[in-house]
């Protein structure tokens, strides 16, 4: 196909020398940071090295929906140089994963990134370097020449017919994963009630149960079904699935290869978090993040940027559960955030950063020693045993790994300066009714 053709030359692309050499205006100073970093981790018989190799090792997703400007329901405020379709989107991603090294993979939604041939994506990820993460079904917005309407829900929805084209749908979302090597399914419903006595909370619950055991009876064997629970938006009364315990609750009446998926904005304010991770972990329940950040509702903030503290303490939880040999243990990580301000691929890579740095700095928490603190009740050096975690500054070890994977010391300079959203501005010009969705 000649348009394949067009999209896989002539693109701009940041190569690896570039990045390279704009490395070499950091490299003495990194390399003069990260010596007296690793004397101070010696000194708590922590070796860098195997905190770089951690860091090396980790891997969050970036879902495609995020390197388009995002919006709220007053506005949207596009960039230049937006993608225009799924290809354009795996440029963006394959770039953010250049600079940071720790996001090979892309989450995909359907319908907004169905492929007209699976072959031609399969290939066209690969030559980026990328894979595909989770796929993520759509049944909260009509599509064109859709026959049933979601207006009132969709696997809940009081009528058959909707709720099996519901059902439908994500069968196929399995499909095209299958087709193109993703092990997992993310199934977020809007469903609810904007009125008292609107639906019926029992009966919509069971229709969505019955529309689930479906799904999940063509979830193959090697993949995991995740359910993304949210308190509010767009029903602003009650909400189909609207906490961790509904969730899990499906998750455990589905069966083993059902998981609860954690976005970090769908919680009410002031809600523990860590402490909701560490019940499903503990319950085997945990599937995996939906990492943003949030100050009053589901702002769908960069991840780290309100609440580094809150993050790092998922993180603690998370490490606790990795180091304890947990088994099957394996949560899915992935970004969902909406970039109303910022470049997108400036936020998505600065964001990468700020959770690996997280994980980073959750193993330099000392176990032994907070075990022991807590044993005794005494609360202050327990808590200060995890401020010394959280204010170690690892930027050297994020940075030093970063590099030694090909990626840049400083991912939003060199972006920058590569004038890659310049030169996508003149490849990609602006189109009518292109939207970004946020889930
Ligand atoms: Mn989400």
Same mark, same amino acid.
């Given at each position: 196909?000649?348009?394949?053709?067009?999209?896989?030359?002539?693109?701009?692309?940041?190569?690896?020398?570039?990045?390279?050499?704009?490395?070499?205006?950091?490299?003495?100073?990194?390399?003069?940071?990260?010596?007296?970093?690793?004397?101070?981790?010696?000194?708590?018989?922590?070796?860098?090295?195997?905190?770089?190799? %951690?860091?090396?090792?980790?891997?969050?997703?970036?879902?495609?929906?995020?390197?388009?400007?995002?919006?709220?329901?007053?506005?949207?405020?596009?960039?230049?140089?937006?993608?225009?379709?799924?290809?354009?989107?795996?440029?963006?991603?394959?770039?953010?994963?250049?600079?940071?090294?720790?996001?090979?993979?892309?989450?995909?939604?359907?319908?907004?990134?169905?492929?007209?041939?699976?072959?031609?994506?399969?290939?066209?990820?690969? !030559?980026?370097?990328?894979?595909?993460?989770?796929?993520?079904?759509?049944?909260?917005?009509?599509?064109?020449?859709?026959?049933?309407?979601?207006?009132?829900?969709?696997?809940?929805?009081?009528?058959?017919?909707?709720?099996?084209?519901?059902?439908?749908?994500?069968?196929?979302?399995?499909?095209?994963?299958?087709?193109?090597?993703?092990?997992?399914?993310?199934?977020?419903?809007?469903?609810? !009630?904007?009125?008292?006595?609107?639906?019926?909370?029992?009966?919509?619950?069971?229709?969505?149960?019955?529309?689930?055991?479906?799904?999940?009876?063509?979830?193959?064997?090697?993949?995991?079904?995740?359910?993304?629970?949210?308190?509010?938006?767009?029903?602003?009364?009650?909400?189909?699935?609207?906490?961790?315990?509904? !969730?899990?609750?499906?998750?455990?009446?589905?069966?083993?290869?059902?998981?609860?998926?954690?976005?970090?904005?769908?919680?009410?304010?002031?809600?523990?978090?860590?402490?909701?991770?560490?019940?499903?972990?503990?319950?085997?329940?945990?599937?995996?993040?939906?990492?943003?950040?949030?100050?009053?509702?589901?702002?769908?903030?960069?991840?780290?940027?309100?609440?580094?503290?809150?993050?790092?303490?998922?993180?603690?939880?998370?490490?606790?559960?990795?180091?304890?040999?947990?088994?099957?243990?394996?949560? !899915?990580?992935?970004?969902?955030?909406?970039?109303?301000?910022?470049?997108?691929?400036?936020?998505?890579?600065?964001?990468?950063?700020?959770?690996?740095?997280?994980?980073?700095?959750?193993?330099?928490?000392?176990?032994? %020693?907070?075990?022991?603190?807590?044993?005794?009740?005494?609360?202050?050096?327990?808590?200060?045993?995890?401020?010394?975690?959280?204010?170690?500054?690892?930027?050297?070890?994020?940075?030093?790994?970063?590099?030694?994977?090909?990626?840049?010391?400083?991912?939003?300079?060199?972006?920058?300066?590569?004038?890659?959203?310049?030169?996508?501005?003149?490849?990609?010009?602006?189109?009518?009714?292109?939207?970004?969705?946020?889930?």
């Amino acid at each position: 196909m000649v348009l394949t053709k067009n999209i896989m030359s002539t693109k701009f692309e940041i190569s690896d020398d570039f990045i390279a050499e704009q490395n070499k205006k950091c490299e003495e100073f990194l390399a003069e940071d990260f010596e007296y970093l690793a004397k101070k981790l010696k000194r708590k018989n922590i070796e860098i090295e195997k905190i770089v190799g %951690k860091a090396q090792n980790f891997q969050v997703a970036v879902p495609s929906w995020g390197v388009g400007t995002g919006g709220t329901r007053f506005a949207r405020f596009p960039g230049v140089g937006e993608p225009r379709g799924v290809y354009e989107k795996l440029e963006d991603c394959a770039t953010i994963n250049k600079l940071v090294r720790s996001t090979s993979a892309v989450s995909l939604h359907i319908p907004w990134d169905k492929p007209e041939s699976v072959d031609e994506l399969n290939s066209f990820a690969k !030559s980026k370097g990328l894979k595909f993460d989770a796929m993520n079904s759509n049944t909260f917005q009509d599509q064109l020449g859709q026959k049933h309407s979601y207006k009132f829900g969709s696997l809940s929805h009081a009528d058959q017919d909707t709720r099996r084209q519901a059902i439908e749908h994500n069968i196929e979302c399995i499909e095209i994963g299958r087709q193109i090597g993703s092990q997992a399914l993310t199934v977020w419903v809007g469903d609810g !009630s904007n009125f008292a006595g609107q639906t019926n909370f029992r009966r919509a619950l069971e229709n969505y149960l019955e529309s689930m055991r479906e799904i999940y009876a063509a979830i193959p064997a090697d993949w995991r079904m995740f359910i993304e629970h949210k308190f509010y938006e767009p029903a602003f009364y009650s909400s189909v699935i609207n906490d961790w315990g509904t !969730s899990y609750i499906c998750a455990r009446e589905l069966g083993e290869k059902a998981f609860c998926l954690v976005d970090l904005g769908h919680h009410a304010p002031n809600v523990n978090i860590e402490q909701i991770v560490s019940r499903l972990i503990q319950f085997e329940k945990l599937g995996g993040f939906h990492f943003n950040d949030s100050k009053y509702g589901d702002d769908d903030l960069d991840a780290g940027s309100i609440k580094p503290f809150q993050l790092f303490l998922i993180f603690n939880e998370l490490v606790d559960a990795e180091l304890g040999g947990l088994p099957d243990f394996n949560p !899915s990580y992935m970004l969902d955030q909406s970039h109303n301000v910022t470049d997108p691929i400036e936020s998505l890579a600065t964001s990468a950063v700020e959770i690996v740095r997280a994980f980073v700095q959750a193993h330099l928490v000392d176990r032994e %020693k907070l075990t022991e603190a807590q044993r005794k009740g005494d609360a202050i050096t327990a808590l200060a045993i995890l401020k010394e975690a959280f204010t170690t500054d690892v930027s050297a070890i994020l940075a030093v790994a970063r590099e030694r994977g090909g990626g840049a010391i400083d991912p939003v300079a060199v972006y920058r300066a590569s004038g890659y959203r310049a030169e996508k501005a003149k490849e990609r010009p602006a189109q009518i009714g292109i939207s970004a969705g946020i889930i």
